[in-house]
């Protein structure tokens, strides 16, 4: 008997045997890594991509963060979906050293009666919008992103940056403020009495132009309950000019917490 | 779990090598996933521009094909978003390729079909356990997922495939 393992292991390194990283392949990745950031200026360009944005937040501004970002990711029929679900406006802020956080809102999307391995059923999801605390002068950046980088452009969803669109260093060194990675995971949520740590949960990120980050989270099987209590861990750290994270002593400044939050559907 | 000591080599050549070594599987494991080779290809350039540019984080904690498939399977997550490549057929996309340099036997494009067509969910904990090799907590981290949730995934991905494949589980 062969294991499952090795027959589709065996039959895909046959089947696709053709696919191979060649040269060509190679020289691409050193190509496109070796890329400098482009600095020129282009104002034609930024307002068109501003007005691009501010239409789209027009469109999206009737409805809940969390509602808009997943019809933007997945379509209006997931927006349909979120919009039938339970909204729960929280409004409740957490701050962190520099950094607030402040959690917008919850949905909660019931029993739609359909497979939950590939629908919508069962699911919560949210939004924690952050941002400097009290005025401080930071550059916030999200994670995955180099310093380098153009602010505020989802590049790894697509997004294009204009030529002029200056970076979080540039933007760093203009305001002479700190780059702090910041983010807001949730980590565990409670279902029947035990806190389930490691559940399956989803999250991505987005930026506001005002230079604010925005997590968004969805977290699968959650069953329509009296009350949800999520442990939301958040955390940030300096990065320096060099791009260096600073995580470890002697100049550690990751600060994190478990925020644990119980969230009640309005009454109807 | 002890560091490794960190490859002091400069990026662009630990990554040609990783790429040398690992890239094939990986390329394997993307098409697989996306259905399409072109798509399979930017997911490819994507997974070792990520490795490249994260290779500070990378701690040598993990086997390097480990770490780049964690990577490739969320390039994937985030190129499935697009909407247009979600009705593809299945042979038309398997015929795309190049031929293959090992001789390959009927049963494999049924096998392969038979992943491809699985729901996303159950296709990504199938590939990184059963192809890349995964153990099933590696791939509960890769997705962020728990490892009952792999566990369960797996077993409805069996389900599916034995339904669909006679013979699956036999030697062939």
């Known amino acids: ?268 | 779990m002890a560091r490794r000591v960190p490859d002091e080599r400069p990026p662009d050549q630990v990554v040609g090598e990783l790429m040398r070594t690992h890239g094939d599987r990986i390329l394997r494991l993307c098409f697989v996933y996306l259905h399409d080779l072109h798509l399979a290809e930017d997911a490819l350039q994507e997974t070792f521009l990520k490795a490249w540019r994260g290779y500070h984080t990378f701690r040598g904690d993990a086997d390097p094909l480990t770490w780049l498939s964690r990577i490739a399977i969320n390039v994937c997550k985030d190129l499935h978003k697009s909407a247009w490549h979600r009705h593809v057929n299945l042979a038309l996309s398997l015929d795309s390729l190049p031929e293959p340099s090992t001789p390959a036997i009927e049963t494999d494009d049924t096998l392969i079909k038979s992943v491809m067509a699985l729901p996303r969910k159950l296709r990504e904990v199938v590939l990184l356990v059963y192809y890349t090799g995964l153990e099933k907590e590696e791939a509960a981290k890769a997705l962020g997922i728990s490892l009952p949730t792999v566990y369960r995934r797996l077993n409805k991905a069996q389900d599916i495939l034995k339904q669909e494949l006679e013979g699956w589980h036999d030697e062939t």
Do not use: C
């Open chain 1, 1 to 268: 008997m062969m294991k499952p393992e090795q027959q589709l292991k065996t039959a895909m390194d046959r089947r696709l045997s053709g696919l191979k990283v060649t040269d060509r392949h190679i020289q691409q990745v050193m190509a496109k890594a070796q890329e400098k950031p482009k600095m020129k200026r282009n104002r034609v360009l930024i307002i068109s991509f501003a007005a691009v944005a501010l239409l789209g937040t027009a469109i999206a501004a009737s409805l809940p963060a969390t509602t808009a970002w997943f019809q933007q990711l997945y379509g209006q029929k997931k927006a349909e979906t979120l919009q039938s679900g339970t909204l729960m406006p929280m409004h409740e802020t957490r701050i962190l050293g520099e950094v607030q956080y402040e959690w917008l809102e919850t949905i909660h999307v019931g029993d739609t009666g359909q497979n939950e391995f590939i629908t919508d059923s069962n699911m919560l999801y949210g939004t924690v919008k952050i941002t400097p605390a009290n005025g401080a002068n930071l550059v916030l950046i999200p994670e995955d992103f180099r310093i380098t980088d153009p602010a505020g452009y989802h590049i790894f969803m697509g997004e294009k940056a204009p030529e002029s669109a200056p970076s979080y260093l540039d933007l760093a060194k203009e305001k002479d403020a700190k780059i702090v990675l910041a983010k807001a995971v949730p980590h565990g949520i409670l279902i029947d009495g035990v806190l389930q740590q490691g559940w399956e949960i989803g999250y991505s990120y987005a930026f506001d132009h005002d230079g604010s980050l925005h997590y968004y989270f969805e977290i699968p099987m959650v069953k329509t309950m009296p009350e949800y209590t999520i442990l939301m861990r958040i955390n940030n750290w300096v990065i320096t000019r060099e791009g260096q994270w600073l995580r470890e002593e002697p100049h550690n400044t990751w600060l994190k917490e478990d925020w644990i939050v119980t969230i009640k559907p309005p009454k109807q």
